[in-house]
């Protein structure tokens, strides 16, 4: 059964500091990996997709990669910003079907 | 649209009432998810739309929950005689195409308050 962690359960940094997030699976069978941020009250917004064929994703300060044979992939954020503060979540697509498996998410908070 | 769009935003709604959320998905977008998500709590799967295919409804917490969706577009999920714990947001996601490859989109939810 595919599992998904997130480490840590919560981050606090001050403002203009890089950061690494963690997102790892327990079953290599994926077909993508996608990060989301979800603000307060708020959907989820995407922010990168990457494919299981696929090493990283970047999109300005974000950077993800994937390692599918440890079962881990990273979201990593350049020069944070307090408009970075928001809730981080990755997810796994299956290959045996439609369904995603969701980590339980990283709230962050930057600190200006 | 150019993303999905969901209403109501937010629903007030006595003990009892059925209430009906809307999910307007991205256009083209054949796949389409509905989740719950309690304050402060993590995603719930309730049911998944694909194309003309029988959707799976596995997620669905009780008999009082459904959802259909007309055309292959628009998606309505229904609660029927509400209860204080189906207070929650619900989410409405869609990803294109028939393989697993799309990128997943959310709406902005639904906040339902079931007084």
């Known amino acids: 059964k595919q599992e998904v962690t997130q480490i840590p359960a919560a981050l606090s940094v001050p403002e203009g500091e890089n950061l690494v997030l963690n997102c790892s699976f327990t079953?290599?069978?994926?077909?993508?990996l996608q990060w989301f941020r979800q603000d307060p009250g708020k959907g989820l917004t995407s922010l990168l997709l990457i494919q299981s064929s696929q090493r990283e994703q970047t999109s300005g300060r974000l950077n993800a990669s994937l390692d599918k044979s440890s079962g881990r992939s990273t979201l990593y954020i350049a020069a944070s910003q307090p408009g970075d503060s928001a809730t981080y979540l990755c997810?796994?697509?299956?290959?045996?079907?439609?369904?995603?498996?969701w980590g339980a998410g990283t709230k962050l908070i930057i600190k200006p | 649209g150019a993303g999905v769009s969901q209403s109501p935003s937010n629903k007030v709604t006595e003990k009892g009432k059925d209430v009906e959320l809307r999910c307007d998905p991205i256009s083209g977008h054949t796949a389409l998810y509905w989740y719950r998500q309690s304050l402060g709590q993590g995603l719930e799967f309730l049911i998944y739309?694909?194309?003309?295919?029988?959707?799976?409804k596995s997620g669905l917490p009780s008999d009082r929950f459904s959802a259909e969706r007309t055309g292959g577009s628009v998606s309505t999920l229904t609660i029927q005689r509400t209860q204080q714990e189906d207070s929650a947001v619900y989410l409405c996601?869609?990803?294109?195409?028939?393989?697993?490859?799309?990128?997943?989109?959310f709406g902005e939810g639904s906040r339902l308050t079931v007084l």
């Open positions: 996601a869609s990803s294109s195409g028939g393989s697993n490859t799309g990128e997943l989109f």
């Open positions: 739309f694909q194309g003309n295919s029988a959707p799976d």
């Open positions: 997810a796994v697509r299956l290959i045996s079907n439609y369904q995603l498996i």
């Open positions: 079953d290599s069978a994926i077909y993508n």
